[in-house]
Nanobody, 115 residues
């Protein structure tokens, strides 16, 4: 069973930065494609960024140039560096792991961007 635990969320002012972490356990982390999603109240969950096991990355247009996803296979952790945060980035951010047909989700961490 794969367990994903997110951390690093919080309250930040517009223009500020946060770094989210997602620690994985119970699996061989390096074989998984990892992603960050977010969900704001009343909206559908949306992809923010993903990093494949090859290291290739992919971003939503709304975060390109501001967010950076990375992974440390030695630490079984995926990161999301978020810079120049905007109020519209406010959401619960969730980590996911995909290997073939298996998909796992973390519980999420709240990010609130407000002055």
């Amino acid at each position: 069973q794969v367990q994903l635990v997110e951390s690093g969320g919080g309250l930040v002012q517009p223009g500020g930065s946060l770094r989210l972490s997602c620690a994985a356990s119970g699996t061989i982390f390096s074989i998984y494609d990892m992603g960050w999603y977010r969900q704001a109240p009343g909206t559908q969950r949306e992809l923010v960024a993903r990093i494949f096991k090859t290291g290739t990355t992919d971003y939503a247009d709304s975060v390109k140039g501001r967010f950076t996803i990375s992974r440390d296979n030695a630490k079984n952790t995926v990161y999301l560096q978020m810079n120049n945060l905007k109020p519209e980035d406010t959401a619960v951010y969730l980590c996911n792991a995909i290997f073939l047909t298996k998909v796992y989700w973390g519980q999420g961490t709240q990010v609130t961007v407000s002055s």
